[in-house]
């Protein structure tokens, strides 16, 4: 079929309606009173925070569970005028052996798990007693084994690591397990940050009300090839893969990528089947990393059926993860290089940057990138 022009020209095309090209668009076309021309290759807006409500009214998020927390005013105040929020603190336990059990790892997993009979004030003593000192931590193998000792290791993080990654803990950076918390009390909450809350009316809907204004028009099943030829834009946001964008002249950036299995079971009872709203497993004696039941992201109300998403890490598909090595960042880098050279393209977004962020995070970024490009993106526009 041949792609249809759009209804006006306009001056800046945004490729990728989620979180950081949205949210551009919208200061673009506010703040600088431009035309936004946004695309997604999806058929739908947010993303990958896309939610929609099932036949039985549960909300699910297509891409995975995203729950938002943020400790930045700043974002949250600036999201806050696309939505009303329902207060949500995430909370996840590990499947292991015949246990649940809280992570992060805190003192009632280590009493449960190993019989530590521990208090508040012994969880360091406890670690450090397990801890192997090592004189340079590479890897995330390293990274546990010297801070938790290796039952921990063992325990919660090598089996999870290897199916998560596809790759040995060993052959990861430090980076990867190095902050992961560990808490010396009994808090069970997943994040502890400040501000934890789902938008009232789902992501999409916040999404839907950012993007709804009369300087901006949204094209989805577009790809940026397809739009570019016929905008008429002179400035582009481009939120997709860096690598792509360049035609991998010095390569693909890998990815690691997940597939999820929706099963819906009945309820009989009402109740939910997790008692929380996600469990990992860490045990490679299923393939599966974690499962989420994402009735315990609305509030509660007895159901007859209940959704659940069970997460299966994978080598191909959507683009998900960065994988956190040095030979991938020094890729990124030679990218990098080459964007600063295109003062008619603005780079900003998870995949355009190479790594890993949070909504919270992107939100910030995409706020930051548009004041210092403001000027820029006014300029090349009205060329
Ligand atoms: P995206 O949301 O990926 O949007 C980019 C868009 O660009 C996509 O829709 C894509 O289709 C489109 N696109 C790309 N290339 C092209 C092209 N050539 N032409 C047209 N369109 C194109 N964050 C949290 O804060 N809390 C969580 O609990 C959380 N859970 C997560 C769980 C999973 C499984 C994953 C993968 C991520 C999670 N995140 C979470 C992170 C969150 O998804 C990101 O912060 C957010 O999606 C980043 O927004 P973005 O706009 O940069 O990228």
Redesign the pocket.
């Known amino acids: 079929m041949a792609p249809s022009l759009p209804s006006r020209p306009a001056d800046v095309l945004v490729?990728?309606?989620?979180?950081?090209?949205a949210i551009m668009a919208e200061r673009i076309a506010s703040v600088l009173d431009l035309r936004v021309l946004v695309?997604?290759?999806?058929e739908h807006i947010a993303?990958?925070?896309y939610d929609e409500l099932d036949e039985h009214g549960i909300r699910i998020h297509r891409?995975?569970?995203?729950?938002?927390?943020a400790n930045s005013d700043k974002v949250v105040a600036f999201l806050s005028r696309f939505t009303d929020w329902w207060p949500y603190e995430h909370r996840v336990r590990a499947s292991v052996g015949e246990q649940l059990l809280p992570v992060p790892i805190n003192l009632d997993t280590i009493n449960a798990r190993y019989g530590a009979g521990l208090s508040e004030g012994d969880v360091e003593a406890w670690l450090a007693a397990q801890a192997e000192p090592m004189s340079h931590v590479r890897t995330a193998e390293d990274a546990v084994v010297a801070r938790m000792g290796r039952a921990v290791y063992e325990d919660f993080f090598r089996g999870y690591t290897r199916k998560q990654w596809g790759l040995d803990p060993r052959q990861l950076d430090a980076s990867v397990t190095a902050r992961i918390p560990v808490r010396t009390d009994r808090d069970d909450r997943y994040f502890t940050d400040r501000f934890q809350a789902l938008p009232a009316e789902g992501y999409t809907a916040m999404f839907a009300r950012i993007l709804d204004h009369p300087n901006i028009e949204v094209r989805l099943g577009?790809?940026?090839?397809e739009a570019a030829a016929h905008a008429g834009h002179r400035h582009l946001v481009y939120?997709?893969?860096i690598d792509?964008f360049f035609e991998r002249r010095f390569g693909a950036l890998p990815y690691r990528s997940?597939t999820f299995d929706l099963r819906h079971e009945p309820t009989p009872g009402g109740a939910t089947v997790l008692p929380v709203g996600q469990v990992n497993f860490p045990s490679e004696d299923v393939a599966h990393t974690r499962v989420t039941e994402f009735r315990h992201f609305q509030p509660a109300e007895p159901r007859a059926v209940t959704a659940l998403a069970f997460e299966y890490p994978s080598a191909t598909g959507d683009p998900?993860?960065p994988i956190p090595r040095p030979a991938n960042r020094e890729r990124y880098r030679q990218y990098q290089v080459l964007a600063r050279t295109r003062s008619d393209v603005t780079f900003v977004?998870?995949?355009a940057r190479y790594q890993y962020?949070?909504?919270?995070?992107?939100t910030g970024q995409a706020l930051a990138t548009f004041a210092e490009r403001a000027a820029v993106i006014a300029a090349s526009a009205r060329r």
């Open positions: 490729v990728g309606a989620g979180f950081a090209g695309v997604d290759r999806r993303g990958n925070a891409y995975g569970p995203h729950l938002f927390h577009t790809e940026y090839a939120t997709g893969c792509e997940l998900f993860y977004g998870r995949l962020l949070n909504m919270d995070q992107v």
